[in-house]
């Protein structure tokens, strides 16, 4: 197993025109990235596709989620798309590469999820598994000055890190091959992310709004470029990892 770090990533986002290039925007950016890196594969299939911004344009891709308006612009976005549920779905054909983005951590049943996914796939076909790491950096400061923390997203089940996410992978015949750590958070990152984008930032509701133009998009390239150098010196507590493992083959 070898663990690395996405390196040569896009200063912009890869084929993707978004309002936001924040960290929302960064963030498409680098698994698309790491998905191209290590597709080997044309036939995929997206679980969770949501608007296909992450998948869109890497190949045969078909999209599944439950969501119809997002699936309208799937498929303006070129995708083949099935409303189901993400554990149930209704296809018996098999993919070479499934793609399971910021899904994982959502659901009531994770191990049906990824069961799911390994029935779908061909011998020895890929999948690429991203969620938020849950020991970053600002979760690693709560715990060391906190007696109780939370999770920032009420719609977060669960949460995983390197140990249980590859363990869970293992559970369900999957042989993993690379681990990818990105992103890198610090008090008042959001903060600074905003203003260097000349965004708004309220601290009534810890949110930010980032309203980027051309000429703000290699200011926010560097913010991101500095959050992949710490991400790599600190990599056990970035904000996000993505496992790409394999099915179990003859």
């Given at each position: 197993?070898?663990?690395?770090?996405?390196?040569?990533?896009?200063?912009?986002?890869?084929?993707?025109?978004l309002?936001?290039?924040?960290?929302?925007?960064?963030?498409?950016?680098?698994?698309?990235?790491?998905?191209?890196?290590?597709?080997?594969g044309k036939?995929?299939?997206?679980?969770?596709?949501?608007?296909?911004?992450?998948?869109?344009?890497?190949?045969?891709?078909?999209?599944?989620d439950?969501?119809?308006?997002?699936?309208?612009?799937?498929?303006?976005?070129?995708?083949?798309?099935?409303?189901?549920?993400?554990?149930?779905?209704?296809?018996?054909?098999?993919?070479?590469?499934?793609?399971?983005?910021?899904?994982?951590?959502?659901?009531?049943?994770?191990?049906?999820?990824?069961?799911?996914?390994?029935?779908?796939?061909k011998?020895k076909?890929?999948?690429?598994?991203?969620?938020?790491?849950?020991?970053?950096?600002?979760?690693?400061?709560?715990?060391?000055?906190?007696?109780?923390?939370?999770?920032?997203?009420?719609?977060?089940?669960?949460?995983?890190?390197?140990?249980?996410?590859?363990?869970?992978?293992?559970?369900?015949?999957?042989?993993?091959?690379?681990?990818?750590?990105?992103?890198?958070?610090?008090?008042?990152w959001?903060?600074?992310?905003?203003?260097?984008?000349?965004?708004?930032?309220?601290?009534?509701?810890?949110?930010?709004?980032?309203?980027?133009?051309?000429?703000?998009?290699?200011?926010?390239?560097?913010?991101?470029?500095?959050?992949?150098?710490?991400?790599?010196l600190?990599k056990?507590?970035?904000?996000?990892?993505?496992?790409?493992?394999?099915?179990?083959?003859?």
């Amino acid at each position: 197993m070898k663990v690395v770090l996405p390196e040569d990533l896009p200063n912009r986002l890869d084929g993707i025109e978004l309002d936001m290039q924040d960290g929302f925007g960064a963030k498409q950016s680098i698994k698309r990235t790491i998905i191209k890196k290590n597709l080997k594969g044309k036939k995929i299939l997206d679980i969770g596709c949501g608007e296909g911004e992450v998948s869109m344009g890497l190949g045969d891709i078909t999209g599944v989620d439950v969501s119809e308006p997002r699936l309208k612009i799937a498929r303006e976005n070129g995708l083949k798309t099935v409303k189901a549920d993400v554990c149930k779905i209704p296809l018996n054909e098999q993919f070479d590469a499934v793609i399971v983005a910021d899904l994982i951590e959502h659901m009531q049943r994770p191990y049906d999820l990824l069961m799911e996914a390994n029935r779908l796939l061909k011998p020895k076909g890929q999948i690429f598994l991203e969620t938020p790491n849950a020991l970053n950096f600002m979760r690693f400061l709560q715990l060391l000055f906190r007696e109780k923390t939370r999770e920032e997203s009420p719609n977060h089940l669960f949460l995983f890190d390197r140990i249980s996410l590859t363990e869970m992978l293992l559970r369900t015949d999957f042989v993993i091959d690379k681990i990818y750590y990105y992103g890198f958070t610090f008090p008042g990152w959001r903060f600074l992310t905003a203003r260097l984008g000349k965004g708004k930032y309220s601290n009534k509701t810890k949110k930010y709004k980032v309203k980027t133009r051309n000429k703000n998009l290699d200011k926010l390239s560097l913010i991101s470029k500095v959050g992949w150098v710490l991400g790599r010196l600190f990599k056990p507590f970035a904000y996000s990892l993505l496992i790409v493992a394999h099915k179990k083959g003859d």
